[in-house]
């Protein structure tokens, strides 16, 4: 566990090799990135186990610390594999892994030099469930969206744990992590990685008034802005940008802006 003490840091991520370099270059403390499986954004470019030391090491050299997401809903017989990939990337130095599998962050949690993440897919909105989460053994729980500054505030007073927030970046209709439209639309399921945003398409409402096609299930971005500050003071110590199917440019801007803060 990290000083309380110690000054937040600004999470960005790194969907590309590119936007790693966009994220730490305009001052990034940690970038989160994921590879070719168990990775809930399998449709960005990513990195692979090949060139992922490498990656490493770069970030290392600015201090910039590497987080692995680990995070898509697993499958029984899937849990061995992951196991083996988490020890693997402990083995390449990474800083932490962001798992969502209660049993996958038990033994990650059991993994020397490395820190264990509870995803925001485990929408983890009140003290239970970060208490919950340190007892699986989580050093950080990620927080779902929703969460409301007041749960927040009894959270970061009463859980025991660090807490991380999202500061910026695209937002689903759904409850954090429990989104199934995609899966019921054609099979491609975001707890798995493979979400086709349907609800990004225009709809139109068999109701007087909504006949023509909108955006109507597809909400505008979240943009925290200097309400930062209001969350520093609620005792969060790691935000986080979304966007890892994003361009550098974004991430560049979005990192240079927080970081000024």
Not at 162 to 167: M, V, Y
Not at 200 to 205: C, D, F, H, P
């Amino acid at each position: 566990m990290r000083d309380s003490a110690e000054k937040p840091i600004l999470l960005a991520p790194a969907g590309s090799p590119q936007a790693l370099k966009a994220a730490v270059y305009n001052g990034a403390d940690a970038v989160y990135l994921g590879l070719n499986k168990f990775n809930a954004r399998l449709k960005a470019e990513n990195f692979t186990l090949e060139n992922l030391s490498e990656w490493i090491e770069f970030c290392h050299l600015y201090g910039v610390e590497v987080c692995i997401t680990v995070n898509t809903s697993l499958k029984k017989e899937e849990l061995e594999e992951a196991k083996k990939f988490a020890e693997q990337l402990a083995a390449l130095k990474a800083d932490c892994i962001i798992a969502t599998e209660p049993a996958l962050i038990e033994f990650c949690a059991g993994l020397k030099g490395i820190r264990t993440v509870a995803s925001t897919q485990l929408n983890i909105h009140n003290v239970m469930g970060a208490q919950t989460a340190k007892a699986m053994g989580a050093d950080v729980a990620v927080l779902s969206r929703e969460t409301i500054l007041d749960d927040i505030r009894d959270i970061n007073l009463y859980a025991d744990i660090e807490t991380e927030c999202f500061l910026h970046g695209a937002l689903c209709v759904s409850l954090s992590g429990q989104c199934y439209l995609s899966s019921f639309v054609d099979g491609n399921s975001g707890n798995r990685g493979k979400c086709k945003q349907p609800c990004r398409k225009l709809y139109s409402i068999d109701r007087a008034g909504y006949e023509s096609p909108a955006y109507r299930i597809s909400p505008s971005d979240l943009s925290v802005g200097r309400n930062i500050i209001t969350l520093k003071d609620a005792g969060v110590y790691s935000f986080k940008i979304e966007g890892r199917m994003r361009r550098p440019e974004y991430v560049a801007a979005a990192v240079s802006y927080y970081k000024n803060m």
